[in-house]
């Protein structure tokens, strides 16, 4: 068992714009609509390279700056772990049609930002941070990966680290074989100890089981659970927005789950 401290949330999604304004409808205090994602890049990054963000990149950095402010900590002195399912799926789709034809020349801005830690590269330029940095994926189950990933470096270094989870649709034809259901994104600021601004405690383990994984009353966020990856986040999200004592189980690889006991402070 891995014990973690959260000092702050970040969450972008459909109809969820921001923790403090989302917390009501999480909590199931105000109605659930299902608005689309408004994305704009980080002012946070040079002109150069705000103009080369797409919707992973301006995902990551607005729940992940979000995540700090809340938690009034230092980005550039925190390590991180940043996980997608899919990475850039609008890149990936123009250099497969780039591919696809004669003449192939494949856009290096497009490349660079189609590599899987792209999303860390513009992190490290927003926040001038260079604390380690982890990029992983675990196609449905890339948010508990991260989150066992953050949590095995907090209890092993005894330092916090920021999880930063974020998944966007495909465009056609790769959506019809791998449909992912919106952009969403949700970031944690972590800590190995208690602070004057914990306010919820997290006992993590990794456990032999395929018990169903926690889902939520509401039918149209249970359905962004089920078709975004990152996502799958929620039923914490909701436990932190309810200040409720609560053991979760998400879903893991291999027959195995993540079970998480949340706990207020």
Known sequence: ????????????????????ASRPVL???????ATATVLTASDLLPAAERRRTGTPVKLAL????????????????????????GGDGDNVHQICETLAVAVLEVSPTRFHNSVH?????YWSIATHSREPSTSLCG????????LLEASAQIVVDGKPVALIAYDHAYPEPLHAVRPIGGNFGAAFVLTPHATDRTFA???VSLVASVESPSSLDDSALEAL????????????????????????????????SLRIAVTPC
Request: with cysteine; charged share 15%.
């Open 139 to 146: 196609h449905d189950a890339s948010f508990a990966a991260g």
């Open 225 to 256: 659970r089920l078709t975004v990856p990152a996502a799958r986040s929620l039923p914490l999200l909701s436990a932190l927005a309810r200040n409720a004592t609560e053991v979760l189980m998400l879903e893991f690889v291999g027959g195995n």
């Open 62 to 85: 607005a729940v992940g700056c979000e995540a700090f402010a809340n938690a009034g900590r230092d980005a550039a002195m925190t390590a991180n772990v940043l996980t997608s399912s």
């Open 27 to 33: 909590a199931g205090e105000a109605p659930y609509v």
């Open 1 to 20: 068992m891995m014990r973690v401290f959260v000092e702050g949330v970040g969450v972008l999604g459909p109809g969820l714009t921001g923790w403090q």
């Open 117 to 121: 830690n792209a999303a860390a590269g």
């Open 201 to 203: 405690v997290w006992d």
